[in-house]
């Protein structure tokens, strides 16, 4: 055999499979959902430390920390324990049915109380929207005056909700 004919054989193989060779194609969906998301914590204590009775307009502070996704529109309620059913952030300290009213407040002028985020009512939330990072919001605390009580700690929890 000689090297032309072992050339056109192999030229001739080579086309015969080009032209039986076909192409098809498809595709799919591809996607991706990324869930809006908050978290929440408290802060310290809103402690107003030791006072005396007959004492009055006694102010103390904390903070709130809320962390919502980029984007993510947010209300911020607090309810007193003592006062579930209450919209406008009022409770009462209590010892043994003894209590002293208190108010939580949005703002250190006492202009706007804090409401809460539940079916009763979303009067006087805190809005906001999430970038991803922290919020620091300050939550400022009001007593008008100390009753004249027995000496003892009185305590409350204040329940912090978010809704996205």
């Not at 920390?65 to 980029?70: A, D, P």
């Not at 009067?123 to 027995?150: C, F, H, M, R, W």
């Amino acid at each position: 055999m000689t090297i032309k004919p072992l050339f056109a054989a192999l030229g001739a193989a080579a086309l015969a499979s080009q032209a039986i060779a076909a192409t098809t194609t498809a595709s799919f969906p591809a996607s991706i959902t990324v869930d809006r998301s908050c978290t929440v914590t408290g802060g310290n204590a809103l402690d107003f430390g030791t006072v005396g009775t007959a004492e009055t307009d006694i102010t103390a502070d904390t903070t709130i920390t809320v962390n919502c996704s980029n984007g993510t529109a947010y209300t911020v309620g607090l309810v007193a324990a003592s006062n579930p059913g209450g919209i406008t952030g009022t409770g009462n300290f209590n010892v043994g049915g003894t209590l002293i009213p208190y108010s939580l407040y949005q703002d250190d002028s006492q202009s706007e109380a804090w409401g809460n985020n539940t079916a009763a009512g979303t009067e006087n939330v805190k809005e906001g929207t999430g970038d991803g990072s922290d919020q620091v919001l300050t939550v400022y605390g009001y007593v008008a005056n100390i009753p004249d009580v027995d000496g003892d700690t009185y305590t409350d929890t204040v329940n912090i909700t978010v809704t996205y």
